[in-house]
């Protein structure tokens, strides 16, 4: 399984930076992170596939924290903190690995 070795927010660009533990790198835009949110009321409880939700005004990552050693919890601006962003979910979201995704 991959994990990451470095978590760096670029506020300036409003992106977040996510090295690998291939060295590969992966960045999301702010809002394709919240837009992905994984969280049940955001996704639903029975999703087969992700979908994208964009949010309604552009937000900040105000926190990333741990959650154990599968996931990151991120805090936007709009308050919104519930969904847990599992590493294999990140990858999956990466846009540079999703061809027409929102944040390319």
């Known amino acids: 399984m ?6 760096r927010r670029l506020p ?14 992966s960045e999301y835009d702010y809002d394709t992170l ?3 949110c ?19 005004a552009p937000v ?10 599968y996931g990151l919890s991120i ?3 709009d308050g919104h903190g519930t969904g847990i962003y599992r ?3 990140l990858r999956d979201i990466d846009p540079a ?3 027409g995704s929102p944040g390319r």
């Open 2 to 7: 991959l994990y990451p070795t470095e978590v």
């Open 12 to 25: 300036e660009e409003r992106r977040l930076r996510v090295t690998w533990s291939d060295d590969s790198v």
């Open 34 to 36: 919240r837009g992905y």
């Open 38 to 56: 994984p969280c049940a009321v955001c996704q639903g409880h029975s999703v087969s596939e992700v979908r994208f939700h964009p949010p309604a």
């Open 60 to 69: 900040e990552v105000t926190s990333i924290q741990p959650v154990g050693n």
């Open 75 to 77: 805090v936007f601006s």
């Open 87 to 89: 590493f294999d979910f």
């Open 97 to 99: 690995r999703r061809p």
